[in-house]
């Protein structure tokens, strides 16, 4: 059986789209029908039902997927990792936010890079870029902050992130509890560090503590939170951060956490990798190894 056919069925049955599958694997739409219906043809069977919206697998296309998937992930990642390698590394290739990544998934990992497994990073802030990446077989796994739609990845809850507003002691001698229970009151009295125009992380911790929207305009900007943490501890504004990246400023005092609600504001991160490449065994291992060790994050 031609392994370009199963490599390009495998595409489809994961998209669920062929049009999808066409734009991951560099080809026209009709090039990918064409060769679906020549190995529907060899197989005397049809893999796949026609829908107004993509395609869905018959029980045969499932089957097949099922067993023919791990082994051409295999292949790939030979013929992406070289033959010449030393003997018995492998090689993941993940991707997710800088932040996250740097301080979290790298050091979890550490320990089986101390058992022969090379690791190769790519930190990326845009979660349908990873996606992307991820899609194209660029990564084998990914952590994000949503959950992607269908049947080409399978997400799995890691955990979820504390966000803490926070600013410089010498801001936050400023605000009395009346002034922070009022989220208008509060911006009207700092200004607002951010990663981008938008607000995102102000305006999702204002929605959840304070049930409104931020009216307010960030006076620093700066795409990467370990910067925002520092323009906050320096006296730049108030900050809504994770709290394992500004845990250790809390204990030491350079950063004040303004307000402490019942219920913080959490954002769930997700392990995301090609549906069926779970049975590699060193994605698998790498896997299981970081829902341990968030655990204890």
Known sequence: MDLTLLRTFVTVHRAGSFTRAAALLGLSQP??????????????????????RGVTPTTIGDEL?????????????IAGTGLDEQAGVRTLHVAGPPEFTSARVLPALTPLVAQGLAVRASLLGDAQETFDGLAAGHQDLAVAT????????????????EHVLVAAPRWAARLSPEVLRDGAVVLEQLPVVEVHESLPFVSRYWAAVFESKPAAAATVIAPDLRAVRESAASGAGLAVLPRYLCEEDLERGRLVALLDPPVPPLRTYFLVVRTGTLALPHLARAHEWLLRAAGDW
Do not use: M, N, W, Y
Request: glycine fraction near 6%; charged fraction near 25%.
């Open 65 to 77: 997927a099922h067993r023919a998937a791990p082994h051409l992930d295999a292949l790939v990642e």
């Open 146 to 161: 949503a959950r992607p739609r269908g049947g080409l990845f399978t997400a799995t809850p890691l955990c979820d992130e």
């Open 31 to 52: 090039a990918v029908t064409s060769q679906i219906r020549t190995l529907e043809r060899q197989l005397g069977r049809p893999l796949f039902l026609r829908r107004a």
